[in-house]
């Protein structure tokens, strides 16, 4: 896949984030050309910074809300492949600003495809969703691509509106009937861990905050189970897509679920303890709290059917749970010592690739 990628122009939204940044780090160390728009790092610290990623990419600063500063940003860079990681990512915040999050997950991404509509150079295009976008009815099988969209509260139904908005622009303005060479993907993965991820009410960065503050860690929903990833597994099905996609076009212009095997599907608690464990912190204490009523409960079961990606990408899941939170840790605990996290990244990076 490295060859591929060696001098192809890629243009990613959202590069500053959490995924973003280890997906500008992979693209950087394969050999392309990569140019972000995004807003500043969404947290401090954060991993574009700690990593040292402003020397990987040619950034623009810039919020997908704009359509004009996007689609001059995007004519300027004449991508050959985008990947719009953009977005409002914390379902508290898009309760609490419903208008903001469907300005940005929905009509950010019409912004971004009407940004390629107008751009020639422009071959591929994968749109980052969430596997929230399923009308949930906690049912205990994996959601699968052909799935209704639904979502109860503004951060679901915004992403469900998104892979909407995609497949009508894809149907419309990209479908080889209308002479369009464009392929364009959605992509829907899990509950991603990894080292890096600062963001608020996200389980790992809160241990790691209560570590740093010698605090109990808030554990919200202990028995939610959830579909956990590392985060280079989804990006490597991320890059994968964008390939086939711009050598193949239509034929793989549709909805992919990435997630984990069924036997690293785990409750909030479970995760909790395991990571404690990884940690070698047995004094860092969760407690359960009650929710605030900003807090919508969640969803108990969720799970994604990954049978398309294994069947018609031959992709499946490369690392065990375990070994996720065994290298999640080993990050922060590079984080907490001052070491080269740029070097640590990589070098993960590399070790993942290594595995069969």
Known sequence: ??????DKRVFITGHT????SWLTLWLHLMG???SGYALPAPTNPSL???ARLQNCVQTTTGDVRDPKHLADTLAAVQPDVVFHLAGQPQISQAFLNPLDTFATNMMGTAHLLEAVRLTPSVRAVVI???????ENREWLWG???DDPMGGRDPFSSSKGAAELVTSAYRRSYFSPEKGSQVGVATVRTGNVIGGGDFSPERLVPDFIRALESQEPVIIRQPRAVRPWQFVLEPLSGYLQIG??????GSAYAEAWNFGPAETDLQT???ICATFNHSLQKNDVEPIEVRLEPEEEPQEAVLRLDISKARQRLDWIPRMELYTALELTAQWYAGYLNNEDLRTLSENQIAFYQSLT
Do not use: D, P
Not at 1 to 6: C, E, S
Not at 17 to 20: A, E, Q, S, V
Not at 243 to 248: R, S, V
């Open 1 to 6: 896949m490295a060859n591929f990628w060696r």
């Open 17 to 20: 984030g959490f995924k973003g």
């Open 32 to 34: 392309a050309r990569v």
């Open 48 to 50: 574009f910074h700690l």
């Open 128 to 134: 980052a969703t969430s596997n929230k976008c399923y």
């Open 143 to 145: 959601y699968r691509e």
């Open 243 to 248: 390939k086939l996609l711009y050598e193949h």
């Open 268 to 270: 909030v608690a479970q």
